[in-house]
Nanobody, 114 residues
C-alpha cells in the first residue's frame, strides 16, 4: 500500500489549494479514504472522509462549507479542494485509509500566511 500526497504550499488567507493523494498497492475503489491534518503542537485530527463509491462524504465542523473531498476511482486518486483558507488551517495534511491496518502517506505541508 502506498499513498503519496501532493499539492501543498504557501497560500495567503482567503486563498485556495487542491491536494491530491495517489494510491497504489490495493483495490482503491473498494475502500473509503480520508484526509487528516496535524498542526504544530497539536494532535492529528480528521478533516474529511469519502466512501468507496464517493456517494457519501463527511467533514469536520471547522472545514464544512470550505473544503470538498472527492475521488477518481479510475485514476486511484483522492482530492481535497480547500477554499477560503485560514491561518488555522496551517498543518501537515495526510491521506489515509484502512487496509488491514491504518495506512498513512508522508504528508504535505499547507501554510496559510500573509
Amino acid at each position: 500500500v502506498q499513498l503519496v500526497e501532493s499539492g501543498g504550499g504557501l497560500v495567503q488567507p482567503g486563498g485556495s489549494l487542491r491536494l491530491s493523494c495517489a494510491a497504489s498497492g490495493f483495490t482503491f475503489s473498494g475502500y473509503s479514504m480520508s484526509w487528516y491534518r496535524q498542526a504544530p503542537g497539536k494532535e492529528r485530527e480528521s478533516v474529511a472522509s469519502i466512501t468507496s463509491t464517493g456517494g457519501s462524504t463527511n467533514y469536520a465542523d471547522s472545514v464544512k462549507g470550505r473544503f470538498t473531498i472527492s475521488r477518481d476511482n479510475a485514476n486511484n486518486t483522492v482530492y481535497l479542494q480547500m477554499n477560503s483558507l485560514k491561518p488555522e488551517d496551517t498543518a501537515v495534511y495526510y491521506c489515509t485509509t484502512w487496509v488491514g491496518r491504518r495506512r498513512w502517506g508522508q504528508g504535505t505541508q499547507v501554510t496559510v500566511s500573509s
